[in-house]
């Protein structure tokens, strides 16, 4: 691992073909020697929050539902969360871990605002995207994934069907022609 991908984005490129991750965008929650875990940002379902989570339901971000954070424990619920601004820099604890300043993982265990703090936004995901130590840099280094910088939006998008290509398009040079580009260029 040369850098760590920590609170950057991961775009599928057009080579990345396993249906698990095609035309995805993932959030990098964790990336060190050990590994990265992250969340898929673009694939929410029509699962409400409110029928599992119903504590959780005033700092959701819209849609309100689970999103498919990737194929590892999709049993396990995952909660990317931002604090409100007063409350950035917030200590690990048992119940929050930091992605960074204000954004961090929320364990679903704790009360709400009781353990963490106020949050400004939440989403909840069912599993995530992990890679075992090296992984994920090969598969960028082979052009599997994009690496991008997060707007700090993109996590809690009101409209994730467009986020692809909205991360595609406000890239320079060619890599935003990619925000077109059909699923199946054959097709085109």
Excluded: K
């Excluded at 035309?23 to 409400?48: D, K, M, Q, Y």
């Amino acid at each position: 691992m040369e850098v760590s991908l920590t609170g950057r984005l991961l775009v599928a490129g057009p080579r990345l073909v396993d249906p698990n991750f095609t035309r995805t965008v993932v959030f990098v929650c964790r990336h060190s020697g050990e590994g990265a875990l992250g969340v898929v940002l673009n694939r929410p379902t029509g699962i409400a929050v409110a029928d599992a989570l119903p504590g959780w339901v005033e700092p959701l971000a819209p849609p309100h539902v689970v999103f498919i954070g990737g194929p590892v424990q999709p049993e396990m619920a995952v909660a990317l969360a931002r604090l409100t601004p007063e409350h950035a820099g917030r200590a690990e604890s048992d119940a929050w871990t930091p992605i960074n300043a204000r954004l961090g993982l929320v364990d679903l265990a704790s009360p709400p605002d009781d353990e963490v703090g106020p949050l400004e936004s939440l989403r909840v995901f069912a599993g995530y995207a992990g890679w075992g130590p090296g992984q994920l840099d090969f598969e960028v280094s082979s052009g599997d994934w994009w690496v991008l910088p997060a707007d700090d939006d993109d996590p809690f998008t009101a409209a994730p069907g467009g986020l692809r290509r909205r991360v595609l398009r406000r890239q320079p040079g060619p890599v935003s022609l990619f925000a077109d580009f059909p699923p199946d260029p054959s097709i085109n």
